[in-house]
């Protein structure tokens, strides 16, 4: 099994599609205050992800990479505001302290000492996965509680079709810097890391929400 095999196998036992919240916000079943809560604590995740791919730029080997990588910062750092509307738009805290799982997750998806390949890898299954998981929820929301396409639902819409193009982005940039002396078993392990910190940051949410 290649590195592409194992990373696929890795986003399969972390699909968050599957998480109990992410089934009920499918379905219609989160009150309000679950979409408020969510909200609050994803942002976390959304400012962690900007401040990974600013870290990948910082490592970049060389000047393409550089460009690639800086262009995609910015670009998640102007994605941050989309979120606070996403927010707004459910009351959500945006001075929301994180659960525990949340910084955790956060901490996962932008850990300053990782290495450029490694958060690379990170990024990629991040993104890779963001595609299906923005359109999930966008449908929902605009199906079960009352959003109306490109009301609130920008930061859904965008990365259901830019996460597409970051992962392609990513995933060349990672081959260009495999070699035989990459330790594929850790790259692996962080793909891992960053999914389950993903699912563990739901695991919170679902938990306080349901009190």
């Known amino acids: 099994m290649d590195l592409w095999q194992r990373l696929d196998a890795a986003a399969g036992r972390w699909n968050v599609l599957q998480h109990p919240f992410y089934t009920r916000w499918s379905n219609g079943d989160l009150r309000p205050s679950e979409l408020s809560f969510y909200a609050g604590q994803y942002a976390h995740a959304v400012r962690a992800l900007a401040g990974a791919t600013r870290h990948a730029a910082s490592l970049a ?47 996962a998806w932008c850990d300053p000492e990782r290495g450029y390949l490694p958060t690379l890898v990170a990024l990629y299954a991040i993104e890779s ?36 193009d970051h992962a392609a982005s990513g995933r060349e940039l990672i081959q260009a810097g495999l070699d035989s002396a990459v330790d594929a078993d850790a790259l692996v392990a962080e ?21």
């Open 129 to 164: 996965a963001q595609p299906a998981i923005s359109e999930t929820k966008r449908i929902g929301l605009v199906e079960h509680y009352g959003f109306e396409a490109g009301d609130g639902t920008e930061y859904f819409d965008l990365h259901a079709v830019r996460d597409v």
């Open 61 to 107: 080997p060389n000047a393409a990479a550089a460009a690639e990588l800086e262009s995609h910062a910015a670009e998640e750092e102007s994605h941050i505001g989309l979120w606070e509307r996403f927010g707004e738009s459910v009351d959500a805290d945006e001075n929301a302290t994180p659960l525990d799982e949340t910084a955790s997750c956060a901490s």
């Open 191 to 211: 793909a891992e890391r960053v999914l389950e910190a993903n699912w563990r940051l739901l695991d919170g949410v679902e938990r306080e929400g349901q009190r």
